[in-house]
């Protein structure tokens, strides 16, 4: 299941409690992707006597081109705890539990591309099919209403715009195109803002129909993205900011670790 690498970077100093924390930490850590480029796990104990009492000084962790459950890629994701308290019972049979949760500071790296290819996947598509917004059945003589071929092109100062299409009775391939601003909602969604119709491409004699269904699937996009639904295993994300870089979408926040993924 984990197609990457998993590289283990060990200072000259490290001993063999920690070589071995390091080694179950990243066992534990490659079962939370499908797949990977890299994960790099770095665990600090010193001394090392005191893993007899399951402290641990610190928690590292490196991770790029890691896919969640098969549809979604994360160019890069890192975080970092200060002290843990760990079962030390559990390292001798090949596992890491917590004593107790913990919180550690997060950084997650989405691409552009890995956002459009995320609007492929099933979990996105479902809700954007069959919709019975009154706005839309208005228009489609009460039938349900589906959105495809989206996508999303990340602009400065947490711009994005958004393009799509839809079909109705009367008209195939109707276009929607909207600018918005990304921002984030209870740190755990993600809220499309300001949604703005941008005619520019859009012919003139669908312009008013466009922007009446742009202005629905905004509202649409305002119920999608919301961190719960993609949750590592014990592992809770939450986001306290996030910032377009170029092509990139960097959200920073913690992890709530509430324990390692079983192997």
Request: overall charge negative; cysteine-free.
């Given at each position: 299941m984990f197609g990457g690498l998993t590289s283990l970077k060990p200072s000259s100093g490290n001993d063999l409690g920690e070589r071995m924390l390091n080694n179950v930490a990243s066992q534990s850590i490659r079962h939370l992707f499908t797949s990977s480029e890299l994960v790099d796990v770095s665990i600090r104990c010193n001394p090392s006597s005191k893993l007899l009492q399951g402290s641990i000084d610190s928690f590292k962790m490196y991770g790029r081109s890691l896919v969640i459950r098969r549809d979604f890629l994360v160019e890069e994701m890192s975080f970092e705890t200060d002290a843990v308290s760990i079962d030390p019972g559990s390292l001798l049979g090949g596992k890491l539990r917590l004593k107790q949760p913990t919180q550690a500071v997060a950084k997650?790296?989405?691409?552009?591309?890995?956002?459009?290819?995320?609007?492929?996947?099933?979990?996105?598509?479902?809700?954007?099919?069959?919709?019975?917004?009154?706005?839309?059945t208005n228009l489609s003589g009460g039938e349900p209403v589906s959105f495809r071929d989206v996508r999303l092109t990340l602009l400065s100062d947490n711009q994005v715009k958004i393009e799509a299409k839809t079909d109705l009775p009367n008209r195939q391939d109707v276009p929607i195109s909207l600018r918005c601003t990304v921002a984030v909602e209870k740190r755990r969604r993600i809220g499309f803002n300001d949604p703005t119709f941008d005619p520019e491409g859009i012919p003139d004699d669908v312009q008013g129909l466009s922007q009446i269904v742009t202005m629905a699937f905004a509202s649409v996009l305002n119920g999608m993205v919301d961190l719960d639904r993609f949750d590592l295993d014990g592992v809770l994300l939450r986001i306290n900011r996030l910032e377009t870089q170029d092509k990139m979408l960097v959200f920073t926040g913690y992890a709530q670790v509430e324990r390692f993924p079983g192997t």
């Open positions: 997650v790296t989405l691409s552009e591309a890995g956002i459009n290819k995320a609007f492929t996947s099933e979990l996105v598509r479902q809700h954007m099919v069959n919709l019975t917004l009154e706005v839309l």
